[in-house]
């Protein structure tokens, strides 16, 4: 079954917490809003066991084939340097 068959264009994951979002392109702000994270929180996109920062009001193209993986942090440990440091 594809997510289309369930009325859904693409499945993101924030935190563990799966959401569908009918939109092809989707800011930051809404996608934490959607997963009713704080709106200072920063976000990680993970892909291939690699974390990548996405910057604060960027926008994120989705794929229809896989599911979207991210994690979120606090804005107190911007920038991302700083946790690669320890």
Do not use: Y
Request: glycine share 6%.
């Amino acid at each position: 079954m594809g997510f289309s068959d369930i009325g859904l264009r693409h499945i993101v994951d924030i935190d563990g917490q799966l959401l569908g979002i009918d939109a092809e392109v989707i800011d930051t702000a809404s996608l934490l809003a959607r997963a009713n994270c704080p709106a200072d929180s920063l976000i990680w996109m993970v892909r291939a066991g690699e974390r990548v920062a996405i910057e604060p009001k960027q926008f994120v193209r989705l794929s229809e084939q896989d599911v979207v993986f991210f994690e979120t942090s606090s804005a107190r440990n911007w920038p991302p340097f700083e946790l690669m440091a320890a």
